[in-house]
């Protein structure tokens, strides 16, 4: 399995550009979470999906963060626009419904707003 | 709530010697726990976790852990670290349930040759 899949890597961008982070989750879990990771607010849960549909979006910071999930393998996180203070790590993770199966992280996508 | 507390920020520890990072964690029912390594610029990997049975949990390089029901712990260990174990360590909850895991604020594990 080529686990969960993000890109980009890396992206640098100017203040006020849209900005669109993307994930495949691991085939067949039904569970995806978008984390945020910063030196100063640690791992934030930004919003989860269970068989596509969100079910708790409370930590997506404002209105300029939206998040989609068309499917069961692709999902997206737009800033728009995109300010400074949103640089940070964002990760992707998934997991199967399965109680007390284990959730699994990509490898992240560093952003940084100019 | 669930909650995850990780008391130390950094741990150093000589190669060789036995390492300790503490987590002690708060539901209101049955746990499920776990520990994530973090290598520098990389994702969140899965060492281990527990979900019933054996309080003593073995994991990925080496690493276990204990969960021990009365002091709400879940300490990982190493007997014997390694300059590579250096990262930063990540505790994780999740009451049973398809709730989101909750997740200390790591600890840094700093091992010096």
């Known amino acids: 399995d080529a686990g969960v899949i993000q890109s980009p890597r890396h992206e640098v961008t100017e203040m006020g550009q849209e900005v669109t982070l993307r994930c495949k989750p691991i085939?067949?879990?039904?569970?995806l979470f978008w984390y945020r990771q910063t030196m100063m607010r640690g791992l934030e849960l930004l919003i989860y999906?269970?068989?596509?549909?969100?079910?708790?979006d409370s930590g997506m910071p404002e209105d300029r963060f939206s998040a989609k999930m068309p499917n069961a393998s692709f999902s997206t996180l737009k800033i728009q626009p995109s300010e400074p203070r949103d640089s940070a790590v964002y990760f992707c993770?998934?997991?199967?419904?399965?109680?007390?199966?284990?959730?699994?992280f990509g490898p992240g996508t560093r952003l940084t707003v100019l | 709530a669930q909650s995850v507390a990780q008391p130390e920020d950094q741990v150093n520890v000589a190669e060789g010697n036995p390492l300790t990072v503490k987590c002690t964690y708060s539901?209101?029912?049955?746990?499920?726990l776990f520990w994530y390594v973090q290598y520098p610029n990389r994702g969140l990997q899965f060492l281990l976790k527990y979900i019933t049975g054996d309080n003593l949990v073995k994991g990925s390089y080496g690493f276990e852990a204990e969960f021990n029901k009365s002091q709400t712990s879940f300490h990982l260990k190493k007997p014997s670290a390694l300059v590579s174990d250096s990262a930063l360590y990540f505790c994780a909850v999740r009451e049973i349930g398809n709730t989101p895991l909750v997740f200390g604020k790591g600890t840094r594990l700093s091992v010096i040759a």
């Open positions: 539901v209101s029912g049955n746990p499920y």
């Open positions: 999906f269970n068989n596509n549909v969100p079910i708790d």
């Open positions: 993770a998934s997991r199967s419904g399965s109680l007390g199966d284990t959730q699994y």
């Open positions: 085939s067949g879990h039904d569970y």
